[in-house]
């Protein structure tokens, strides 16, 4: 009979609840925590333990992820995103998938097969066929948010509705099945870093979108380097406009930043100064000397760092 090896580590597990997500709501995070650190306890999995800690603030109900995703402007429509990656080479996306629970869980999917992104009617589709989709229904959050939106958008008012929204001709461009007549606070993506006792690296991030939106819009969430990154440097989960990310692929930034021997506290203050005040962005990053939270509004937050111990077998490989 073989012995087994016993090896200790440093682990973190650091999640955000999405810029604009108020600090009163860190107690959904700390569940996140708490139920990503007993998957790495039991498993040693980086990517396994960040997917549980978003997959739980998709249940949550007041993010902006999972049952709690911003419905589109018709008040109706409900297209979500996500994605995983780790510093081994898994890598997984979806986007504007419907009806589904939880997204993550489908972009997990996603990195087990040849392709790293699946999107729409056929993401939707493979998390039915994977038993993924479940019975899907906005929480009362979410209604609130887009009733608030409704007023909004009706009012124009400066302050309420970004800029770029205030003078767009949206029953112009009104693009959902029903009419434009029968017409909140935004918040943003839920994400998760993680450093595992091997010192891999994970990220897993899940999204309802910004609002207000038309339908098939994506953001930042499900491309690699904008929404989030991982790899032998650490791993990087972003939250914020997703346009202006995705012009600035502001993950990978805050990355290669890391990469080039700077804290990842120093690295997300710096990502997160790239961009003007009125434009909503935060960071969260680990590495293998540190972790890292940076945001221009309230961010709800929580973090664990911990010895974990991991049984292996003699001659065996995980």
């Known amino acids: 009979m073989s012995r087994t090896q016993r090896t200790k580590a440093p682990a973190v597990i650091l999640v955000h609840g999405g810029v604009g997500s108020p600090l009163s709501w860190q107690d959904?995070?700390?569940?996140?925590?708490?139920?990503?650190?007993?998957?790495?306890?039991?498993?040693?999995?980086?990517?396994?333990?960040?997917?549980?800690?978003?997959?739980?603030?998709?249940?949550?109900?007041?993010?902006?992820?999972?049952?709690?995703?911003?419905?589109?402007?018709?008040?109706?429509?409900?297209?979500?995103?996500?994605?995983?990656?780790?510093?081994?080479?898994?890598?997984?996306?979806?986007?504007?998938?419907?009806?589904?629970?939880?997204?993550?869980?489908?972009?997990?999917?996603?990195?087990?097969?040849?392709?790293?992104?699946?999107?729409?009617?056929?993401?939707?589709?493979?998390?039915?066929?994977?038993?993924?989709?479940?019975?899907?229904?906005?929480?009362?959050?979410?209604?609130?948010?887009?009733?608030?939106?409704?007023?909004?958008?009706?009012?124009?008012?400066?302050?309420?509705?970004?800029?770029?929204?205030?003078?767009?001709?949206?029953?112009?461009?009104?693009?959902?099945?029903?009419?434009?007549?029968?017409?909140?606070?935004?918040?943003?993506?839920?994400?998760?870093?993680?450093?595992?006792?091997?010192?891999?690296?994970?990220?897993?991030?899940?999204?309802?979108?910004?609002?207000?939106?038309?339908?098939?819009r994506v953001g930042d969430v499900p491309f690699m380097g904008c929404g989030f990154y991982a790899g032998q440097h650490g791993a990087v989960a972003v939250t914020g406009v997703g346009e202006e990310i995705i012009r600035r692929m502001l993950a990978r930034v805050i990355y290669d930043r890391m990469g080039a021997g700077a804290a990842p506290q120093v690295a997300c203050d710096e990502g997160v100064a790239l961009f003007p005040a009125e434009v909503a962005v935060g960071a969260i990053a680990v590495s293998a000397t540190g972790q890292g939270v940076a945001a221009n509004r309230e961010m709800a937050c929580a973090d664990v760092a911990f010895p974990v111990t991991v049984s292996k077998a003699r001659g065996t490989r995980r």
């Open 28 to 216: 959904g995070c700390q569940k996140a925590v708490e139920a990503a650190r007993v998957v790495l306890q039991r498993t040693g999995d980086a990517l396994a333990s960040a997917v549980e800690a978003v997959r739980v603030m998709e249940y949550d109900g007041r993010f902006n992820a999972g049952c709690g995703s911003s419905l589109r402007l018709d008040g109706k429509t409900v297209e979500m995103d996500a994605a995983v990656m780790d510093s081994r080479g898994k890598l997984g996306a979806v986007a504007v998938v419907s009806n589904v629970r939880n997204p993550v869980l489908v972009a997990r999917a996603v990195a087990d097969t040849p392709h790293v992104a699946v999107a729409g009617q056929g993401a939707t589709a493979l998390a039915r066929g994977l038993g993924l989709s479940g019975a899907f229904r906005a929480s009362s959050f979410a209604r609130e948010r887009w009733r608030w939106w409704q007023g909004a958008l009706q009012r124009r008012r400066a302050g309420e509705v970004p800029e770029a929204w205030r003078g767009f001709d949206l029953r112009r461009h009104w693009n959902f099945p029903g009419p434009y007549d029968a017409l909140l606070q935004p918040l943003d993506t839920v994400g998760a870093v993680v450093r595992g006792p091997d010192g891999g690296f994970a990220v897993a991030s899940s999204t309802g979108g910004a609002s207000p939106m038309l339908r098939g």
